[in-house]
């Protein structure tokens, strides 16, 4: 480990001009199955830095799934948010060259607070508190969403095909639903719900794709920095506010349909006082649907990695035997929408 | 051959041990991985009892019986790889509520495995 602190210590050294570095604190953070995070205090002596600073090192873990940015992808996307104005941890330096620590990595800063989602769902907020923070959440996707392709330094990132973003998804779900080989007669009627419902597709946008409450940092009642970008991509608005909206990110607080927090209302107001759209309820409505059918299928990819030997893991068994809960609330959002609950 | 006590009373007894006596001596990762694994013994429990009670067959019957009324039960593979396919290929009217039935009892199924306590919700 401390090797790792020395190692990364001497390239933050050589990007900001510094005369020495003494590390304060090292540690591996928790969360991110598909990466390491580590958390670095250095005390700089001169440089473009000087003083103590609070670092994050992100690197790859051992593997990835299908849909996964490389860090490099993932550091270009946190660049482009990043100057889009969306509270972020601001990306500082990439190295690609896998000689200096085994993997490619990169830094960037250190965000205060927790992105623990049950502290946040169980946290003693007032309504006006809760409120507050939801229409935050609309107002940083609404930033985010000021990214439209092309963009020069995001040409890794595909544009939906056909041209509507809905069923560009359906038409990958498939792939992967056919590739995975199991039955899943669930999955596979809602999946023709999905395409026989796709929405007019809003513009093209950069979309976060993981946009959930465990994936973005609060201090208090304060967002600090939105995380977690390797699933990045260019779809349509409304995939991320359905996304967050998922009954699968309200870790039990499920009459409040904003991740546990608060109203959908709110979050399309905080979207519209940066962006002045309105968007459409019912379109969101539709990409929770979708929201659920991805995450069954990330679900079953995790499960894939545990039993094809590439990862044993207890957790990527257990995310398995969780796709039936997907296959529930599937079940009963179809029969809501169509009962125009 | 005669091994008593049963599979399903060793786990029961091994996953009662580790909730009430390890697990309130771990903290933060390992208590995280102590739970994770009561949570997958609870689920083995269940599968045993589930089988015990003839319930996964209940449920294949209950799927065949449906594609046989929709004249669909052609082939010799596993119910639910048949509906998955009948499904896949539009063969059959998604707002059937006999087909919204035939999926909810696979669910509902599972999901007594695997979480019950999420049927409730």
Redesign the interface.
Known sequence: MSALADTFSAFIVRQCGARAARVIEFDKL?GGAIQDNFGLTLDLEGGSRPGRQEFVVRQDAPSGVAESLSRPEEFRVLQAAFRAGVTAPEPLWLCEDPEVSGQVFYVMTRAAGSASPRKLVKADFSEEQRRNIVRRLGAELARLHTVRPPQASLVFLVMPDPDNPALSRVALY?RYLKEIGE????L??AL??LE?HAPEPGPTVLCHCDFRTGNYMMDSDELTAVLDWEFAAWSDPCEDLGWLCSRSWRFGA?DREVGGLGDRQDLLDGYREVSGVDLDPATVSYWEVMALVRWAMIALQQARRHMSGEQRS??L??TG??V??M??DL?NQV?EL?DGQ | MINQPETRDLLAEARQVLLESVAPELAG?HKY?AL??A??MG?AIRELEQREQGQPEQTDRAVRAYLSEQSLDETAT?A??D???V??E?RLD??DPA??SV??T???S??LI??PG??K?
């Open positions: 928790s498939r039955p899943h007669p669930v596979e009627w023709n719900w026989d499920d207890l957790e068994a257990l035997r969780m039936a809960q296959e529930l079940l029969q169509e | 990762e991985q994770m694994i949570n997958a689920m596993e639910e790889t509906l998955a396919r499904i896949r539009r998604g707002t087909l919204r999926l909810r696979l669910t509902e599972r999901l695997n979480n999420y049927r919700r």
